[in-house]
C-alpha cells in the first residue's frame, strides 16, 4: 500500500492539488464508503470508522456526505 500512497501523493503534488483539500476529500470519500458497505447505517459506520456516532454526524454535515437511508 505504501508504494501506491507514493505514487498518488506525487500526482497530487504534480497537480498542485494542497494537503488541506488532499485530506477533506479522502476523509469525505472514506465516510461515503464506509457508509455504503453499512447500508447507511450510522451506528456501524462510526464503529467502524472508530469515531463517536456524534462525530460521524458532524462530519456527515459538514461535508454533506450521503447519510444513506436516513436524510
Not at 16 to 41: F, H, M, P, S, V
Not at 46 to 57: E, F, S, V, Y
Request: proline share 1%.
Amino acid at each position: 500500500m505504501n508504494g501506491h500512497l507514493r505514487e498518488i501523493v506525487d500526482l497530487l503534488i504534480r497537480l498542485g492539488i494542497t494537503l488541506k483539500e488532499t485530506q477533506g476529500e479522502i476523509e469525505r470519500l472514506y465516510i461515503e464508503r464506509t457508509l455504503a458497505t453499512c447500508d447507511g447505517n450510522r451506528s456501524k459506520a462510526a464503529k467502524k470508522l472508530g469515531m463517536h456516532r456524534n462525530t460521524l454526524n458532524s462530519k456527515i454535515d459538514q461535508f454533506g456526505a450521503n447519510g444513506g437511508a436516513r436524510p
